[in-house]
């Protein structure tokens, strides 16, 4: 029985990590150049002081806040709209590019 379950954890364990590890930076990067550039800046850092930095955030931290615009339980009338058309391979992609930028 514990053979059962120590296999069960890594299974789960091998299943949970394989989106993490599939998330595409080069594909985030397209994305956020057609998007979202004009207001949080060409690497990540804002043109405007209404806008937060992005370069550099923890990766999850990223999926969670997008997730949370676009399925609106983080209201915000700037950033539903733009969130409202992102998939969870948006999100991902997105989220690895950015959180691989420096900080400047």
Do not use: W
């Amino acid at each position: 029985m514990d053979k059962r379950i120590a296999l069960s954890l890594a299974l789960a364990l091998a299943i949970a990590t394989t989106g993490a590890l599939a998330a595409d930076p080069a594909a985030g990067k397209a994305r956020y150049d057609s998007t979202c550039f004009a207001c949080h800046g060409a690497s990540g850092i804002s043109v405007a002081p209404i806008y937060p930095n992005l370069s550099g955030q923890k990766e999850q931290y990223l999926v969670d806040q997008l997730k949370a615009f676009r399925d609106g339980t983080r209201p915000n009338a700037i950033m539903a709209p733009m969130a409202k058309g992102l998939s969870d391979t948006d999100i991902a992609n997105l989220s690895a590019y950015l959180s691989a930028l420096k900080v400047r």
